[in-house]
T-cell receptor, first 109, second 116 residues
Framework: GEDVEQSLFLSVREGDSSVINCTYTDSSSTYLYWYKQEPGAGLQLLTYIFSNMDMKQDQRLTVLLNKKDKHLSLRIADTQTGDSAIYFCAVDNTDKLIFGTGTRLQVFP | NAGVMQNPRHLVRRRGQEARLRCSPMKGHSHVYWYRQLPEEGLKFMVY????????ESGMPKERFSAEFPKEGPSILRIQQVVRGDSAAYFC??????????????FGPGTRLTVT
């Protein structure tokens, strides 16, 4: 079945850029998503990219998609302490989302 | 526009009891999805429903779990005879089709089920 993988942890200094990576196996996914989860909370949809796009920018967020390598990344510019959270990559599979295990981003001053 | 509502937020059940989790989708959304998140893991799809219909239940355990989305009222995820392994956060999401032919799934705050 579909598999989505992410690295577990990322630690960055406040003001630096963060890059969170994701790989997936199903090349038929149409949309690829990034969600943010803060402790004890639900998931917040940050952004998504259509599979025929290479890049999408939305304020501090930049999503890059390499369809050939099945690699998705989320870049957060000027990372702030409020960005500390778990970030989930998800891909659509027919009518459901397949999630990665999440990357815990820690931002230190 | 209120977001996806779930209740209760926290639920404690003893082994063998029943758990009922409720989800009210966003206004105007007719698609509901349930996901389960075990500790330190990502979300796993359980079931996808539209009003009065189960569309995809490929992620539902074969026994003890059921879901419904009646014509009126919230969607219900029901777990009978709970066991410790059912302890998890259960998230509901809702969506409607957008003009781009995409569907963005909006998540509720989750119900954290603890089985003692």
């Amino acid at each position: 079945g579909e598999d989505v993988e992410q690295s577990l942890f990322l630690s960055v200094r406040e003001g630096d850029s963060s890059v969170i990576n994701c790989t997936y196996t199903d090349s038929s996914s149409t949309y690829l998503y990034w969600y943010k989860q803060e402790p004890g909370a639900g998931l917040q949809l940050l952004t998504y990219i259509f599979s025929n796009m290479d890049m999408k920018q939305d304020q501090r967020l930049t999503v890059l998609l390499n369809k050939k390598d099945k690699h998705l990344s989320l870049r957060i510019a000027d990372t702030q302490t409020g960005d500390s959270a778990i970030y989930f990559c998800a891909v659509d599979n027919t009518d459901k989302l397949i999630f990665g295990t999440g990357t815990r981003l820690q931002v230190f001053p | 526009n209120a977001g996806v509502m779930q209740n209760p937020r926290h639920l404690v059940r003893r082994r063998g009891q029943e758990a009922r989790l409720r989800c009210s989708p966003m206004k105007g959304h007719s698609h509901v999805y349930w996901y389960r998140q075990l500790p330190e893991e990502g979300l796993k799809f359980m079931v996808y429903l539209q009003k009065e219909n189960i569309i995809d239940e490929s992620g539902m355990p074969k026994e003890r779990f059921s879901a419904e989305f009646p014509k009126e009222g919230p969607s219900i995820l029901r777990i009978q005879q709970v066991v410790r392994g059912d302890s998890a956060a259960y998230f509901c999401a809702s969506s409607s089709w957008t003009g781009e032919d995409s569907y963005e799934q909006y998540f509720g705050p989750g119900t954290r089920l603890t089985v003692t």
